[in-house]
């Protein structure tokens, strides 16, 4: 990975960056199982190989120094997140209006429905309807009400929407 790749991990991200307390747990809980299990495990890995002598022939030293960079590329750039991260609790009620960790039912002009809740980028699930803030779907949500019109470009094509329900829980 070239040096400039590298310095973009290390940028903070613009912006706050918003999770629900679900999504900074898990990003908490990934840094210290890479931290204080994974890492720890791969060091004694590669101290093993080294151990065995070439150095340069020795696959296993060889992808444990890989694995380890990009475990420590990885630690860099969710600690960036969790320094930046506002967590929101999407139980706390903000009205019939919009705003980050809402679920969202929508329904088209064809009459069918469909519930998203609005959440950080880090968190995202499609299967659970799950959808980030700044996904076009969620930023075209984003301070919009109860029966307010809401048009997005969607791969399938441009698509009118209407919010039906706002939830927050």
């Known amino acids: 990975?070239?040096?400039?790749s590298e310095d973009d991990d290390e940028k903070k991200p613009a912006g706050p960056v918003y999770t629900t307390p679900e999504g900074f747990a898990r990003l908490k809980n990934e840094y210290?199982?890479?931290?204080?299990?994974?890492?720890?495990?791969v060091v004694q890995g590669v101290s093993d190989a080294a151990a065995e002598g070439d150095r340069s022939e020795n696959a296993e030293y060889i992808y444990g120094k890989k694995r380890l960079r990009e475990i420590d590329r990885r630690m860099r750039f969710?600690?960036?997140?969790?320094?930046?991260?506002?967590?929101?609790?999407?139980?706390?009620?903000?009205?019939?209006?919009v705003?980050?960790?809402?679920?969202?039912?929508l329904e088209d002009d064809a009459g069918e429905t469909f519930t998203y809740q609005l959440v950080g980028e880090h968190e995202t699930d499609a299967q659970r309807g799950r959808i980030s803030y700044r996904s076009p779907i969620g930023a075209a949500l984003l301070r919009k009400s109860v029966d307010d019109e809401v048009?997005?470009?969607?791969?399938r094509g441009r698509r009118k929407l209407t919010i039906?329900?706002?939830?927050y829980r």
């Open 99 to 105: 705003f980050f960790g809402a679920t969202v039912v």
């Open 78 to 97: 969710l600690r960036k997140i969790l320094e930046a991260v506002m967590v929101v609790d999407p139980a706390v009620d903000r009205g019939d209006t």
């Open 32 to 41: 210290e199982h890479l931290g204080g299990v994974e890492r720890p495990r």
């Open 151 to 155: 048009v997005v470009d969607t791969p």
């Open 1 to 4: 990975m070239s040096a400039s």
């Open 164 to 167: 039906v329900e706002v939830i």
